[in-house]
């Protein structure tokens, strides 16, 4: 038998190492240990900092191999701090070019989009009325939606277009597959897609890899200047509007005389000088605001932090559990949780007891909670056993050998979702 040949489509990809691209590479790579050719168009690395490499600057296309991976790479638009009309060609650049890259590569037997952004979904499923392969999309967050939470291009014809083009990709696919129940539900109900295309695929945690080696205890410490003794509190992430930080900052404010205690947030993104207005204004000075981490330093983080501090603002269609939650616990890491009471989020870290959790801007709880902290409350131990038990069956090669089982044509797999959903 031919060995098969699997397409993926993502809008970033390896050295990139948050959001998506942690996804695409690795299941890349997975598919090449298990012995499939795999091709990857995407487009040059830019995330999270947004903004490219000096060295891919003014290129158009490159070729590079990965672990075994053949990567094509397209001119990308990127802007620094994007608008929505800059968004949008950042979104045209990505597919023009990787339409071009379309032809560049062998027929697939299998393709597999990441999305978003949704044209990415609507260019495979375009190139596959000539392939006519098997098409899975796997919705990692829904752009329209999104979109409208936000208020960006709101009941525009463009939103209009958008959303019909997604409509048409996914009655195109073989399957749509997203990572939580809520996310399932929205393509039953909002998207009114039949049962027997929706597959479940959460996103996966990469500790049961044999290689994986978790870092030594106080080294992030000695790198950045943080003493054994001093009780670390940190959000590390894309600092944008949707995270809602300034409830951190709000917190941080009421232990000024906490001289042990420090605040971190790590990160870049829409919303950061603003916060650091805000802190600058407010004068609080227990908050330290760092750069992106790269994958080993940030390991280190999750070693020697205290607690990992996620908010998520109150937003119409707030079905998504952030994945990084995962890595997170799997660390046994604390979680203090700060989401609406009807999100995905707080829902499924409440029920299974995976961490401290609290409604959005309630101040006085997150204040008890970093009280905990400070206090070594017993508690604390159960809630990462809890959390550390839970995130074994998303472990890398349990999620991705049932994914490949699909990829191969073998039925469906068992799905996990009511774990997820509650």
């Given at each position: 038998m031919a060995t098969q040949r699997v397409l993926i489509y993502s809008q970033t990809f390896a050295p990139d190492h948050s959001g998506i691209s942690i996804y695409a590479s690795d299941f890349a790579f997975y598919c090449a240990e298990n012995g499939y050719e795999v091709d990857v168009i995407t487009g040059f690395p830019f995330y999270p900092q947004w903004q490219k490499r000096k060295e891919d600057k003014g290129k158009l296309f490159a070729t590079d191999k990965i672990k075994n991976v053949s990567v094509h790479r397209g001119y990308l638009y990127v802007p620094h701090n994007p608008?929505?009309?800059?968004?949008?060609?950042?979104?045209?650049?990505?597919?023009?070019?990787?339409?071009?890259?379309?032809?560049?590569?062998k027929r697939p037997d299998v393709i597999v989009v990441f999305a978003t952004p949704v044209l990415l979904g609507v260019l495979a499923a375009f190139m596959n009325m000539f392939w006519r392969r098997k098409l899975i999309i796997n919705v990692q967050d829904f752009q329209v939606e999104a979109a409208y939470s936000l208020g960006m291009l709101k009941g525009s014809l463009m939103l209009k277009i958008i959303n019909a083009l997604e409509l048409w990709s996914y009655k195109k696919s073989d399957y749509v597959s997203s990572i939580s129940g809520s996310m399932l539900d929205l393509l039953r109900e909002r998207k009114k897609l039949p049962e027997n295309k929706i597959l479940f695929w959460p996103n996966w945690i990469h500790n049961d890899d044999k290689s994986f080696v978790k870092p030594q205890a106080?080294?992030?410490?000695?790198?950045?200047?943080?003493?054994?003794?001093?009780?670390l509190i940190g959000y590390a992430g894309n600092v944008g509007k949707k995270q809602g930080l300034d409830v951190l900052l709000d917190t941080a404010s009421m232990f000024a005389s906490e001289p042990d205690l420090k605040f971190l947030i790590i990160g870049e993104g829409a919303d950061l000088e603003r916060l650091k207005e805000y802190a600058a204004t407010k004068a609080i000075k227990n908050v330290v605001f760092m750069p992106f981490l790269n994958p080993k330093e940030y390991l280190t983080f999750l070693t020697?932090?205290?607690?990992?501090?996620?908010?998520?603002?109150?937003?119409?269609?707030?079905?998504y559990f952030p994945s990084k939650l995962l890595g997170i616990m799997s660390m046994g890491q604390l979680l203090i949780v700060n989401a609406d009471a009807n999100s995905e989020l707080y829902k499924t870290t409440k029920k299974h007891n995976l961490a401290l959790v609290g409604d959005y801007g309630d101040i006085n709880t997150l204040a008890k909670q970093v009280n905990m902290v400070l206090d070594n409350d017993p508690v604390i131990e159960e809630y990462k056993a809890e959390a550390e038990k839970f995130v074994a069956q998303f472990g890398r090669d349990v999620v991705l050998s049932q994914a490949l089982e699909v990829v191969s044509g073998v039925p469906k797999p068992k799905s996990v979702e009511t774990v997820v959903a509650g």
């Open positions: 608008s929505s009309m800059q968004r949008i060609l950042h979104e045209f650049s990505l597919v023009f070019f990787a339409l071009i890259n379309s032809f560049r590569v106080g080294q992030f410490r000695e790198k950045f200047g943080f003493s054994k003794d001093t009780r020697d932090v205290d607690a990992v501090f996620i908010s998520q603002v109150k937003v119409p269609f707030d079905i």
